[in-house]
Every structure is written in C-alpha cells, then in structure tokens.
C-alpha cells in the first residue's frame, strides 16, 4: 500500500500525517507513506484544499483532519 499525505506544511497537514502514521503503526500495516508538499505535485491529484489523504493513487479525504477510526476504513 502506498500512502501519500498532501500538504505544504500548515499544522492540519503535519496532524494528518501524525495520525495516518499512527494508525499505519496501530494496524501493523506494512506501507510506504510519503510527504507531498509541492504545491504542483498536489494539484496533480486535482486536490485544490490540503491537507489530502491519497490511498493507492486514489484521493480519500480533502481539506480535513478526519479521526482516527476514519482513516482506519480508509486504509483496509
């Protein structure tokens, strides 16, 4: 599973990560989860409000923190 956290650098984007991580550690997932801040490499998710949650390829959440349990259905 590749994760990918959008966002230039606000403290909503740095709290996705955390939690993302969090429960990546929680599930035991094995998945490779990167950092994406420039701003034309966002926008080529058409992702126009960070931060982004990206599950595979594929945009999960814009523009919020979701809780936990949340992104733990995003992930299985």
């Known amino acids: 599973m590749e994760i990918r956290i959008l966002g230039t650098g606000c ?7 955390e939690e993302t991580r969090q429960v990546v550690a929680e599930m035991g997932l094995e998945c490779s989860i990167e950092k994406v801040t420039e701003l034309k490499d966002i926008m080529s998710y058409g ?7 990206v599950v595979d390829g594929e945009v ?16 299985v």
């Open 60 to 75: 999960k959440v814009v523009g919020k923190v979701p809780a936990r349990e949340e992104i733990r259905k995003l992930l």
């Open 11 to 17: 403290p909503k984007c740095h709290k996705l990560e």
């Open 47 to 53: 992702v126009m409000l960070t931060p982004a949650l």
